[in-house]
């Protein structure tokens, strides 16, 4: 029986992600005005449990803590662009590792204007094959609002099955609900 091995070695550069109409680069501060937009917009934020952004200076410290995640091989975040456009339209990655079971947890937003359009489905498909084939993850799970129909979509139309439903689990001004899925390594197809 083959052992699983978390493979740190692939945090040693940033890896780029191509797709047919994408690419999935590492974010830097030319990026700070995209993310302070994504984390200003309502839409975006009504489903994670948290306030929206009221100024560039947190789109910094985010910033620095997804660098920190990287540095750290905890996580990784990658800037969503089209290929004819450096511009961030979105970002995705791995908003933590739990390295002694093999499983990353995805988490991810896309600017609204481009919502519907498979653009999202397109990276964490390219998301979960590096965590898969390069990281050595066994399972990818996701965490969101059960309302979040749009998210529920992209997951399963990535063979993500749903896992668990956690009622009242976590708490910002008021209580929310959880949906747990995840999507196994044998599970995974790459289109």
């Known amino acids: 029986m083959n052992l699983p091995v ?11 992600l191509e797709t047919a109409r994408l690419l999935l680069r590492e974010t830097g501060e030319k990026d700070l005005p995209g993310i302070f937009r994504l984390y200003a917009d309502e839409r975006i934020m009504r489903y994670r449990g ?12 985010l910033l620095q803590h997804w660098s920190g995640l ?14 004819e456009n450096d511009r961030l339209i979105g970002t995705a990655g791995f908003n933590r590792f739990m390295k002694e079971h093999f499983r990353g947890e995805i988490g991810y937003e896309l600017d609204p204007q481009l919502w519907n359009k498979g653009i999202m489905t397109e990276a964490l498909r390219a998301i ?10 066994h399972s990818i799970e996701a965490n969101i609002a059960p309302d979040n129909l749009a998210s529920k979509r992209v997951l399963e139309k990535l063979d993500f099955a749903q896992e668990a439903h956690y009622r009242e689990n976590y708490y ?18 790459n289109m």
């Open 6 to 16: 978390f493979h740190s070695e692939q945090f040693a550069v940033f890896p780029v």
């Open 50 to 61: 948290a306030p929206t952004f009221s100024s560039v200076e947190e789109a910094e410290h």
């Open 172 to 189: 910002y001004k008021g209580w929310w609900d959880s949906v747990i899925y995840s999507l196994r390594a044998n599970e995974f197809r």
């Open 128 to 137: 979960a094959g590096w965590g898969f084939t390069k990281a050595g993850l």
């Open 70 to 83: 990287f540095s750290g091989t905890n996580g990784i975040r990658w800037t969503i662009t089209q290929k």
